[in-house]
């Protein structure tokens, strides 16, 4: 089969690779397609630790069934499907306590971290465990499915966070993530939603997809902007989806007195913490890990026009043309969101 192979930091290449095997409660996924997130981009050059070479890359994907393995029951050939990012053991401690996100030996599809090596869907064909599966809806397009990864990392954040009806939610960073969250905050029936980043595109997408206030920190003052929107006393919740120092800050400085700052983004691996403003305002601070069983509502939400995604989808290519649009995406001012790689 076809594969798009990070050979080595910075060389990707598309090449002949062998199918993969397939366990008894394996499936064989002929994928038909698959997202580059931030974090394969990121991953290319190795800056993240987490993806090794060689190896395929891809967890944001789609496609049809194309083999079964000898113990599967309930899927069959042409099961138009997605699948988990997370491929977790059903024994594990964690897992039987509902919390596979967070189960001990987890791994990631598409990820080489040393620990592991798990090769993911930039190919023609993955194998998955037949229990991360999730059937796509008829009226659901591949495309949109491949989606449901990331907007199920957004509904996994804000089923962790306290939300009442009409709160005012500030979301910080505008990127797939963030825009995710905005929508999803809009169907929550936040009444503020106040969306940040450094670009206008993007913020111009928010306030199509449902923000109510856009601030860029160019050229706004951020944290005034926000207390003037709500009687100076800040937002109720924030979504930080970056991960680095500012827009931590940018938060936590950003929410009212024992209000909640969920972190969904990790672009870096640590970063300063404003500790006395959170202990003294009584912030509840909390990270959210991946997915745990939010893929049936992703998909429901997409089906049923909760979620627009199509507006999210800059470019759709063939998986050998791959390697240009990584790079594509790694230089500034492209002004690209998401790009789906179609392997067949």
């Given at each position: 089969m076809k594969a798009l192979l990070l050979k080595e930091y910075n060389l990707l290449t598309y090449e002949d690779v062998p199918i993969p095997q397939l366990g008894p409660h394996d499936v064989l996924v002929q994928v038909r397609s698959c997202g580059i997130c931030g974090s394969d981009v990121h991953g290319m050059d190795g800056s993240t630790g987490r993806r090794i070479p060689p190896l395929i890359m891809g967890h944001e994907a789609s496609g049809v069934i194309a083999q079964v393995g000898g113990e599967v029951t309930g899927w069959a050939e042409a099961d138009r499907v997605t699948f988990d990012s997370t491929d977790y053991p059903l024994n594990d401690w964690y897992t039987r306590q509902g919390l596979y996100n967070l189960s001990d030996n987890r791994q990631v599809i598409g990820v080489s971290c040393g620990d592991y090596r798990r090769h993911g869907a930039f190919a023609e064909y993955v194998s998955v465990p037949e229990?991360?599966?999730c059937r796509v809806p008829d009226s659901v397009s591949f495309n949109q499915a491949a989606l449901v990864e990331p907007l199920s990392i957004c509904l996994h954040a804000v089923?962790?966070?306290?939300?009442?009806?009409?709160?005012?939610?500030?979301?910080?960073?505008?990127?797939?993530i963030g825009l995710f969250t905005v929508q999803i905050l809009r169907a929550a029936g936040c009444g503020q939603i106040i969306a940040v980043d450094l670009e206008d595109y993007k913020l111009a997408v928010a306030e199509r997809l449902g923000a109510t206030t856009t601030l860029n920190p160019r050229r706004d003052d951020v944290l005034a902007s926000i207390r003037d929107l709500t009687e100076g006393r800040g937002a109720d919740v924030a979504f930080e989806a970056v991960g680095v120092t500012a827009t931590v800050k940018s938060a936590v400085e950003g929410v009212r007195k024992g209000g909640t700052v969920t972190l969904i983004g990790n672009v870096t691996p640590s970063i300063e913490l404003p500790l006395q403003s959170v202990v003294t305002r009584q912030i509840r601070l909390q990270g959210s890990c991946g997915i745990c069983g939010e893929y049936p509502a992703a998909l429901s939400m997409i089906e049923k026009g909760a979620i627009d995604v199509d507006s999210l989808i800059s470019a759709t290519a063939p998986l050998a043309e791959g390697a240009e649009w990584f790079h594509r995406l790694r230089s500034s001012g492209n002004n690209l969101m998401k790009v789906i790689l179609n392997p067949s």
């Open positions: 229990h991360i599966l089923n962790l966070t306290p939300l009442r009806l009409h709160d005012t939610a500030l979301v910080v960073g505008s990127g797939i």
